[in-house]
């Protein structure tokens, strides 16, 4: 199975690595101390049903909000093909669906089964039953003229809870693919299940100067547990210093995070416009460079408060944290002479680290 990464992937890590702060920390060697030491549990493969065609009756689930009318077209009339896969891990009853048009997909279903494995394995879930949808599209998350962001430039995935032990997933893009099957896993399995305060909402409305009424600041935790767990599970490819490995790519995706926030706010400052209006995009981005610049802290206080770093018991002791981080400092002298039709100024991708899986 392949381990390189992909060629935007690529591009941008040759783009960070000057950028880059080595985060060597205690803490980090610790948290992957512990990630390694994860008791995976059994896989069994149900069934296999491969290349049967979208005509013969099967329907896309393309309700999502999150999913914008560009992509929905494309995937109704350009997906032809589908591989269906049921499997149990542990009492984990799951079904996967990749709607694709030509690529070679097994070995993205055989990784994708090892990023699950893994994180249904790190510490206790109440789920039974999942299904995951995936539509391998080509579309890319990229800045345009607009300056206010919007669904099709940000969101990549939704989660829909069912009851208590039901969860259904719906993924569109090939871009990040891996990373955000980690990121809709961690709602699915109520990880990151917390609501905002009006404090918390108040302190960042007033501190960005953006008047929403929602923040969602459990996106943030959730995508920078993603990051993580997804740094971890590419460090396994290697045999030579995994652990080197996993901080190299962690102080890449630090780097990174904060430099995309900035590149957000440098926009917003441009032309003063609500960076909150259509999606997540303040807790992607700015919420979550914020957390990436305690990041140690970040990491300790998971230990602390959480049940086997990733499971928050108390939402109370995560809004304390985050009402405890600094302001992110805007920096406009970086953007002043780039190329801004550059792929690393355009991209809104949320990570640097990505294995190639077609």
């Given amino acids: 199975m392949s381990s390189k990464f992909t060629d935007d992937s690529i591009e941008l890590r040759n783009f960070m690595f000057p950028k880059m702060e080595t985060y060597n ?3 980090l060697k610790k948290l992957y101390n ?3 030491k994860t008791t995976l549990k059994n896989v069994k493969i149900v ?3 491969e290349d049967i065609h979208i005509n013969n009756g099967v329907k896309k689930d393309l309700s999502s909000p999150y999913m914008g009318n560009k992509i929905k077209e494309y995937v109704n009339g350009k997906l032809e093909k589908i591989v269906t896969c049921k499997l149990m891990i542990g009492m984990l009853n799951i079904t996967l669906r ?3 048009k030509n690529e070679d997909v097994k070995q993205f279903i055989s990784r994708l089964i090892q990023y699950i494995r893994f994180i249904s394995s790190i510490t206790d879930i109440s ?10 599209t080509d579309f890319k998350k990229l800045l345009n003229k607009n300056i206010t962001l919007i669904k099709d430039q940000v969101n990549s995935g939704s989660c829909l809870i069912k009851g208590t032990h039901s969860a259904w ?4 893009r090939k871009e990040e693919i891996l990373k955000v099957t980690l990121h809709e896993l961690i709602h699915a399995f109520g990880f990151s299940k917390y609501s905002d305060t009006e404090g918390l909402i108040d302190h960042y409305n007033k501190r960005y100067n953006i ?3 929602t923040i969602t600041s459990d996106e943030a935790y959730t995508e920078i547990w993603a990051n993580i767990l997804n740094c971890y599970l590419i460090s396994q490819t290697t045999k030579k210093d995994p652990l080197k490995f996993f901080i190299t790519m962690i102080s890449l995706e630090r780097s990174y995070s904060i430099y995309l926030a900035q590149k957000i706010l440098h926009r917003k400052g441009i032309n003063k416009q609500d960076i909150n209006k259509d999606t997540h995009v303040f807790a992607y981005y700015i919420i979550r ?3 990436y610049e305690r990041f140690s802290k970040f990491i300790d206080h998971c230990e602390a408060k959480n049940k086997d770093y990733i499971n928050i018991i108390n939402g109370n002791e995560i809004i304390q944290f985050l009402l405890n981080n600094n302001q992110l400092k805007q920096d406009n002298r970086k953007f002043n002479n780039i190329n801004k039709n550059k792929f690393t100024y355009k991209t809104l991708r949320m990570t640097v680290n990505e294995l190639s899986v077609f």
């Fill in 25 to 27: 920390k205690n803490s």
């Fill in 34 to 36: 512990h990630l390694d």
């Fill in 47 to 49: 069934s296999y049903e």
């Fill in 98 to 100: 990749v709607y694709y």
């Fill in 127 to 136: 789920l039974i039953n999942l299904e995951i949808n995936y539509y391998l």
């Fill in 169 to 172: 997933i719906n993924i569109w």
């Fill in 211 to 213: 008047n929403t009424k």
């Fill in 289 to 291: 460079a914020e957390i």
